[in-house]
């Protein structure tokens, strides 16, 4: 739990070992000239996928979940694979515009998509088929998240609503509204959800009483990511700032501008422990106490950075994409 580690407090540092590049370009795969990998290695379904099909997918969303993998393009389809099985990637197609959010389930059975055509949509993870349309938002969604169950589903975007949809009867449950800006992102658990907005509010959602939102705390620019277990909240805006909030605890605030500038992106591990926040570089931060512990400084504006275990995906804005090994040393 993120709040047993807030209060061992047991910090690391840690550094990036570069793994290998690649760019996907209209059929064929264009090597980073500056990096220094044997290509014989890359084994990566978006890269095979790219030169397979001839067609640049422009990915804007990841998610991930233990062997499974998928992306969200601007070409409107997501590309969904598991490791071991590269050559088995599927395209999911459906969506009528660009998309911007994918979640899997805890078990990794379902994958929940949603995009610029208002839509949420579910698909069955093994076969990759679509389970349907849960309904469809005012405007773009931006996030979407599974419960810890996998019953509810939790989606929001440029509409400022949370919608709850229980997937067992497939049907929506609950409109959630209060914020004052498009809803940027969620962190649910079962009944209860996080969410942060442009509004710079970070609200506590419960479905026992969904009109009756609490405001855990604001900070003074958009929301970019939320983290959430329970009982410990923590949230980075888009000047740095980030709050860590513990109904048992007194707050915490730092700013992380001195070290990484205003951000375009940022997410967090899960658990919680460190973040990714994306400026002009790439910071990989320490949450609980703000502390730097590797930058890296790509010659490419990049879009947003995923955890992937002991992997951070950088997503590139030219639809470049690299993966990092991170690496841990003891402090000290």
Known sequence: MFLRWLQEQQYTRAGFVQRFGFKMEDAFLEPLTELDYDDSNIVDPLVELAIARGKRHWAKALAFCGPWGASGGRDRTIRLWQAGAEADFTILSGHQAAIQALAFDEQGDWLASGGDDHTVRL???????PAGILARHQAEVLCVAFSHSGQWLYSAGQDQTIRVWDLKKRQQRQVLRGHLGAVTCLA????????????????????????LPQVLFRLEAPILAVNFDGSTAAAVDALGNVEIWNSELAPLRYALLDSTGPLRSAGFEAGGRRMACVSDAVHLVETISGYLLATLEPARPVEKAIFRQEELWIVYRDGTLEVWEITENDAG
């Open 123 to 129: 698909w069955q993870t093994a076969t990759g088929q």
């Open 188 to 211: 649910p658990t079962e009944r209860q959800v996080v969410s942060g907005s442009v509004d710079g509010s970070v609200r506590l959602w419960n479905q026992e009483q969904p009109n």
